[in-house]
């Protein structure tokens, strides 16, 4: 058994490093896009907020393998060839953006009206009120839901195996094509992503009890 | 090149999309039933349960929620039965994991419910001689219920899209009929265009119909 485990397990940590090397892409790309679609849902004209709720609830309102199937095979039509890899990552980055806006918007909404007109009152452009007012204020309500859904984006790029990219799940699969022991490779592979997850899942509470004056 | 969109061939087989539909509906419902009687039962062992009961609830929900779907999808249904020497079929296999999948988010959606519960409620009931079965029935289920109302349609909106991942052990669902018309036909562009607004619109109704219903079961203030 544990022989079995140390002659598998090399095969499985590549494609965990592909796993984390995806997740890190998108949440670096998600945080970029989402923090500023939440930026706009919160103090953007009608004209910004219409076109960003629809496409958050497009985008939320797929299932995440039919989005990577979407744009994998309907980009190449709007005349946009791409590889399964920045296909799938294009399709995971825009999926968790519209989860991280939504995160954002409610951070950066709960923050007082005051707060911005202050700022406005001691002469402070709208960057800097951003900078000084409002995100220092919205991080504490932002980072516990937001590394709270980091496993989500883990989870959800087990769903690049789908598009032949060798993540840990399709590394998984080649394993138990060659061994025909699907169990405890299965098992293997639950208990890496459960390692990730879970560690995450933790920081998020950890967190959380951190911050928990704020809600009072 | 120019590329001509040709839908013939997806309104050909367009009954593998609608019965896709209608099972991957049914497989969220039948899924979330068995979830509820899983989440109901564990929230109500870790209330009343000693230290080994919650901390066997609380593995099984930590595991299940770390843990892709997608794998539990493969570990149930190719996994399982490699070991126990039998088999089952791919749609009882993801109703199966989609069950136990969704009973662990319902385990602290329950319990989150149980808790709202006033306790002035439950002594009331004490007070009129009800016995704890009957308190259980009459008062802490309906009200239970009501409370958690909103988060069961969520997470029936969720298994709905959820169920795309049955495609992967061929459940003849909407993602694997979209999948059988892309091999067959090599029309992936029109029936992409086709099942992504079908899911859309489905999701869409399903949760326009259940905010309907929370309206109507809702506890006071919004009548």
Known sequence: MIDFALRTLPFLWDGLLVTLHVSAVVLVASLALGVAAGVGFAYGPLWVRLPLRLCSDVLRGTPLLVLIF??????PFAGLNLQPFPAAVIALSAFKSAHVAEIARGAISSIAPGQVDAGKAIGLTFAQRLAWVVFPQALRRFLPPWVNSVTDTVKGSSLVSLVGIVDLMLAAQQVIGRTYEPLPVYVLAALMYFAINYALSVASRRLEARFAYIRE | M??????????????????????????????????????????????????????A????????????????????????????????????????????YSGAYLVEVFRAGLD??????????????????????????????????????????????????????????????ANWIKTNTFRQVEV?????????????????????LERRFSLGRRR
């Open chain 1, 70 to 75: 979407c744009v994998y095979y309907l980009l």
């Open chain 2, 2 to 55: 120019e590329y001509h969109l040709n839908f013939n061939f997806v309104w050909k087989y367009a009954d593998k999309l609608w019965w896709g539909l209608a099972l991957s509906v049914q497989l969220a419902f039948v899924s979330i039933l068995i979830g509820c009687v899983i989440g109901l039962a564990l929230a109500l062992a870790h209330s009343g349960g000693n230290r080994w009961t919650r901390g």
């Open chain 2, 57 to 100: 609830v609380a593995a099984y929900v930590e595991f299940v929620r770390n843990v892709p779907l997608l794998l539990l999808v493969y570990l149930v249904f190719y996994g399982i039965p490699s070991a126990g020497g039998f088999a089952y079929d791919a749609t009882t296999s993801f109703v199966a994991t989609l069950a136990i």
């Open chain 2, 116 to 177: 709202a519960v006033p306790r002035g409620v439950i002594d009331a009931g004490k007070a009129i001689g009800l016995t704890p079965w009957q308190r259980f029935v009459e008062l802490r289920l309906p009200i239970m219920l009501r409370v958690v109302l909103p988060s069961l349609s969520n997470a029936f909106i969720s298994l709905f899209k959820d169920t795309s991942l049955a495609s992967v052990i061929a459940v003849p669902e909407l993602t694997y009929g």
């Open chain 2, 192 to 212: 992409w265009l086709v099942v992504w607004p079908i899911y859309l619109v489905t999701g869409w109704a399903i949760l326009a119909a259940l905010r309907q």
